[in-house]
């Protein structure tokens, strides 16, 4: 991963790496994202079945997901009694709309504090 601005814009980026640079996520978390957006709603050990990892693994990169905000669990009932968590990814339109989301607030961040840069840095010294 690249350590700077300069770094990023000379880089060669896919999606992947500007999902996982800007929501705070590893690749099994973006992979697991994708296996619950195209196969849908699962318990986290089916998922780590699909993703051929143990089911701690995948609860550990469902939470990952959730504090981000791609994913949620629903509470399912069994007819007999207990419950188990199901996950649902958030459609990839409102991945993408998260994304830009975060993208404009650090921009607007970054443009703040630029504009008084010079005054800063002086005052320091």
């Known amino acids: 991963m690249p350590r700077s601005i300069p770094e990023m814009i000379r880089g060669n980026f896919k999606c992947d790496d500007i999902a996982k640079c800007i929501l705070g ?12 957006v195209t196969k849908g709603p699962m318990t986290a050990e089916h998922l780590g079945e699909l993703l051929n990892r143990e089911r701690s693994t995948a609860y550990r990169s469902l939470q990952s997901l959730m504090v ?6 629903e509470t399912k009932t069994i007819s007999s009694g207990g419950y188990y968590y199901e996950y649902i990814a958030l459609e990839p339109e409102s991945m993408k709309n998260m994304v830009q989301a975060n993208i404009d ?18 005052k320091k010294l």
């Open 68 to 73: 981000c905000g791609l994913v949620h669990r």
């Open 25 to 36: 996520i590893k690749n099994i978390d973006i992979e697991a994202y994708k296996v619950l």
């Open 105 to 122: 607030e650090w921009y607007n961040k970054m443009k703040k504090l630029v504009a008084d840069i010079d005054k800063d840095i002086m």
